[in-house]
T-cell receptor, first 114, second 111 residues
Framework: DTAVSQTPKYLVTQMGNDKSIKCEQN?????MYWYKQDSKKFLKIMFS???????INETVPNRFSPKSPDKAHLNLHINSLELGDSAVYFC?????????????FGPGTRLTVL | SQQGEEDPQALSIQEGENATMNCSYK?????LQWYRQNSGRGLVHLIL?????REKHSGRLRVTLDTSKKSSSLLITASRAADTASYFC???????????FGAGTRLFVKA
């Protein structure tokens, strides 16, 4: 049983397109996250939701819009994709909000924008 | 700039040797965590050390924290080829809600 799952695993698309990445966790956790990992492996928080409420919204272009239909799902929609959006996007979850809580990561979605 | 920065950026050792990775951070923290990332995979939590702790052990892992120097180290003893991965430290920003990851140390253990 996969604790945190993401789809798709790979996404190759043209500049200007709109795409979505889906994330689901079956751990019963309250808090979910989206991270972006660039080519140098630097991992940066983008968004965090706690019980469907947005609690962290980093300086991310408004082309990125997260949506949490319920606390087990956190999707990421990206409009007008740009070359610089190419990266690996990780979803994660933790039992509660707060950095003392262990985060469980999904396998990542490698996005390539051509 | 990043809160946590690992050193060295890359480390190559022989199986059986010990591997030491260091992490430095800038602001006060509540706790510090270490994660491992195998190639093409998500991060896996290894250990958490709180700001009032100085040392913690978990199996072959030993983590130290020196809040006066704003630094932590991760020691992997008797390394194995399966330990080959990137290792990240993660801290909070002092506010307690946002986790900030460093750029990681890439460890390569030769069999």
């Amino acid at each position: 049983d996969t604790a945190v799952s993401q789809t798709p695993k790979y996404l190759v698309t043209q500049m200007g397109n709109d795409k979505s990445i889906k994330c689901e966790q079956n751990l019963g956790h309250d808090t979910m996250y989206w991270y972006k990992q660039d080519s140098k492996k630097f991992l940066k928080i983008m968004f965090s939701y706690n019980n469907k409420e947005l609690i962290i919204n980093e300086t991310v272009p408004n082309r990125f819009s997260p949506k949490s239909p319920d606390k087990a799902h956190l999707n990421l929609h990206i409009n007008s994709l740009e070359l610089g959006d190419s990266a690996v996007y990780f979803c994660a979850s933790s039992q509660r909000r707060g950095v003392g809580n262990e985060q469980f990561f999904g396998p990542g979605t490698r996005l390539t924008v051509l | 700039s990043q809160q946590g920065e690992e050193d060295p950026q890359a480390l190559s050792i022989q199986e059986g040797e010990n591997a030491t990775m260091n992490c430095s951070y800038k602001t006060s923290i509540n706790n510090l965590q270490w994660y491992r990332q195998n190639s093409g995979r998500g991060l896996v939590h290894l250990i958490l050390i709180r700001s009032n702790e100085r040392e913690k052990h978990s199996g072959r892992l030993r983590v130290t924290l020196d809040t006066s120097k704003k630094s932590s180290s991760l020691l992997i003893t008797a390394s194995r080829a399966a330990d080959t991965a990137s290792y990240f430290c993660a801290t909070d920003d002092g506010g307690g809600f946002k986790t900030i990851f460093g750029a990681g140390t890439r460890l390569f253990v030769k069999a």
